[in-house]
């Protein structure tokens, strides 16, 4: 018997690549987190359409209490698979982790590393710097709702949209903390806060963002808090992304702002994201799905997956390992050691291969 219990300093991940391209992006993750040689314990478990498809189950029933008992962090690939057409193991997995697990804010950076990237003419780098704070416990995918005289020619289809009060203050609160904690690439700081909605139309829900946002802000008079509805801001960012540096806003408009930011840093295989409940196990997947078209062809352009992993070590305290992971991810894209969406020649495994090396020989 030893005095004092084993301890170890390793964090502790669970690794979850799900379905499609999921299952082709997260091993090359894998491979490039192993590269950093950070302190860490990687544990698979292989909840998927494929799981569920085999033998019914799309998480056991103690498995949320076990990922926030046992884990730092979950990282995730994406779920989606065209055999189960209900995406009801999606729903149970994913928006199960979201939701039963309150990880109430979902962190999406948007950065372009090279200018060849971005769609826009006489863009560059620091020209798109902003990240999208979307409410991830509440709004339109509380799943509430129902059907009235279905199947019939008066049939009425409700779904709700839930904000509470709580829910909105906590989402905006860690906006306004995160403008002040965070800089820029470019080492500037933070200094604006947008929240957008549709309030013009959406009185109710859009009512009470306003009100609250209007509250919070006066706590932090050193951060501009500015406005916008989500139409306008669509056109916008399209326009002139330099206009943006935190936004804040709802679980539905953040899904959507957030594909097509997605666009601005090269499309979905660049994008990465973080599903934080501060002090608890959070959850960590690119903002991609799993894209069935171009699954199990080794074309997938791994880099959101990847750049998703920094995101994760940087949240648990693993900051040169992360860094270590986003120059070489930096390189790559500099040398157009790409995946063909990006215009390189590579193939998902090639580039993971690449990156991972890269990181080998800093
Ligand atoms: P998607 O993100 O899978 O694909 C959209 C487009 O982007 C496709 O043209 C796809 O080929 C391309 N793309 C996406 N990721 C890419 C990558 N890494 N490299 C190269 N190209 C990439 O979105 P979709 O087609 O709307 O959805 C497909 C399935 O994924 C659906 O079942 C959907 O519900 C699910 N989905 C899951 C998640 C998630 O698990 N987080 C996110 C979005 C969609
Ligand atoms: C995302 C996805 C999910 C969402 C789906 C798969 C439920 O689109 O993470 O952006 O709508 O949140
Ligand atoms: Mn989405």
Not at 173 to 187: L, S, V
Not at 204 to 221: H, T
Not at 269 to 282: E, F
Not at 336 to 350: A, C, F, N, P, V
Request: contains cysteine; negative net charge; glycine residues 8%.
């Amino acid at each position: 018997m030893l005095p004092f219990p084993a301890v170890s300093q390793k964090k502790r991940i669970a690794i979850v690549p799900g379905d499609g391209i999921g299952r082709e992006v997260i091993p090359e993750t894998v491979k490039v987190i192993a590269a950093t040689k950070a302190s860490v314990d990687l544990t698979p478990f292989d909840w998927s359409a494929e799981r569920y498809l085999a033998d019914g189950v799309t998480i056991p029933p103690d498995g949320f209490a076990m990922l926030a008992r046992d884990f730092d962090a979950i990282l995730v690939g994406a779920f989606g698979d065209p055999r189960v057409p209900t995406n009801i193991h999606a729903k149970e997995i994913l928006l199960g982790m979201r939701f039963k697990m309150d990880l109430y804010a979902n962190v999406r950076p948007v950065r372009l590393l090279d200018s060849s990237l971005c769609p826009l003419k006489g863009i560059e780098p620091r020209d798109v710097d902003f990240v999208v704070i979307r409410e991830n416990t509440e709004g339109m995918y509380v799943d509430a709702g129902g059907f009235f005289k279905q199947h019939t020619p008066d049939e009425i289809a409700v779904q709700e949209d839930i904000n509470s009060r709580k829910g909105v203050e906590r989402i905006i609160r860690y906006a306004f903390d995160y403008c002040e904690r965070h800089t820029k690439q470019d080492g500037s700081p933070r200094q604006r806060v947008l929240m957008t909605d549709k309030a013009n139309v959406m009185t109710y829900a859009g009512g009470l963002w306003q009100r609250v946002f209007k509250e919070v802000s006066r706590e932090y008079p050193q951060i501009a808090a500015e406005h916008m509805y989500v139409d306008a801001l669509c056109m916008q960012m399209v326009r002139d992304p330099r206009a943006f540096d935190v936004i804040v806003t709802n679980n539905m408009f953040g899904d959507i702002l957030t594909d097509l930011a997605a666009g601005l840093q090269g499309g979905l295989g660049m994008a990465a994201s973080g599903n934080i409940h501060p002090g608890k196990t959070s959850m960590f997947e690119p903002v991609h799905g799993s894209a069935p078209p171009i699954a199990g062809k080794n074309i997938a352009n791994p880099f959101g997956a990847i750049l998703t992993a920094a995101m994760m070590l940087n949240h648990l305290g693993l900051n040169s390992e992360a860094e270590k992971i986003e120059a070489a991810a930096l390189e790559a894209v500099r040398q157009k050691k790409t995946t063909q969406d990006l215009g390189g020649s590579l193939r998902t495994k090639e580039a993971g291969d690449w990156v991972a090396e890269r990181i080998s020989k800093l």
